[in-house]
């Protein structure tokens, strides 16, 4: 089986899709930050980064690889150039440049806290511009308005490539 590996910015559809497409794929939804952060006694994630993520967060991609159709991963640079520098094949979904308020706007609706929305609004334009010169895989799908992962498309270019 190959497995399509999606780097995919927040509010793209990554949720969405999991609880959606389950019957025609079969879908990881690996939240980096079950990896990034230590755990407290109760299992809940604590202030303290976790010294092995990215590490950590890369092996479970790779105990995965070949298991299921599609793993989302996160969006974060540090992930993208772990996932390079082992050598997965990955593509990366973004918003355009113009999409700031919609994405404000679906992270508010979607109940993200209020501290992830602002960090994503302070930040928005130099994280959409930047994409092109960073580490990105194999492929970059820019979302517009209305627009959402488009796993049909993703799907069939890790079916296709060799």
């Not at 980064?49 to 967060?57: L, W």
């Not at 994405?103 to 501290?115: H, I, T």
Request: a negative charge.
């Amino acid at each position: 089986m190959k497995t399509a590996v999606i780097s995919a910015f927040p509010a793209c559809g990554k949720t969405y899709a999991y609880q959606h497409f389950q019957g025609r794929y079969s879908i990881l939804d690996s939240d980096s930050s079950e990896f990034s952060w230590i755990k407290d006694e109760n299992g809940q994630n604590t202030k303290t980064r976790n010294p092995d993520f990215p590490s950590n967060y890369i092996r479970h991609i790779l105990d995965n690889i070949g298991k299921v159709d599609i793993i989302f991963v996160s969006s974060h640079l540090v992930v993208r150039k772990a996932l390079e520098s082992v050598g997965i094949e990955y593509c990366t979904v973004y918003p355009k440049e113009n999409m700031k308020s919609e994405w404000v706007g679906r992270m508010w609706l979607r109940g993200s806290n209020e501290s992830a929305i602002r960090f994503v609004a302070e930040n928005f334009d130099s994280f959409v511009t930047s994409v092109v010169d960073e580490p990105h895989g194999d492929c970059i799908v820019r979302l517009g308005a209305g627009e959402y992962l488009p796993l049909d498309f993703l799907y069939g270019i890790f079916q296709n490539h060799d």
